[in-house]
């Protein structure tokens, strides 16, 4: 099982980017997107059941940020826009095997699966 995490980079504040997360060796219940900033903890950013039931986003990027998904090729993306400076931070996918419901999306201990982070840095 991998996740393989992309689309990060610098981009001016107000400014748009895409980030995928390509899944192999399986398929699975939930995938999210947490991110983190250096010496702070990890933070929810969005997630959703596979099958497009339930989806969770953090009250921070309501609005702004899109998780999205393409079946046919095992990837999940995060179309961000609007960014801010605040939202700098190195960004990690995460998938579980089974469907969570809505109120555990958020909980990073209910993912088996880590992809290797992409960094974004919004400059202001």
């Known amino acids: 099982v991998q996740l393989q995490a992309s689309g990060g980079g610098l981009v001016q504040a107000g400014g748009s980017l895409r980030l995928s997360c390509a899944a192999s060796g399986r398929t699975f219940g939930s995938l999210g997107w947490f991110r983190q900033v250096q010496g702070k903890a990890r933070e929810f950013v969005a997630a959703f059941k596979w099958s497009g039931s339930t989806t969770r986003y953090a009250d921070s990027v309501k609005g702004r940020f899109t998780i999205s998904k393409d079946n046919a090729k095992n990837t999940m993306y995060l179309q961000m826009n609007s960014l801010k400076p605040e939202d700098t931070a190195v960004y990690y996918c995460?998938?579980?095997?089974?469907?969570?419901?809505?109120?555990?999306?958020?909980?990073?201990?209910?993912?088996?699966?880590w992809g290797q982070g992409t960094k974004v840095t919004v400059s202001s």
């Open positions: 995460a998938a579980r095997l089974n469907p969570l419901i809505w109120s555990a999306l958020a909980d990073q201990h209910q993912y088996h699966f």
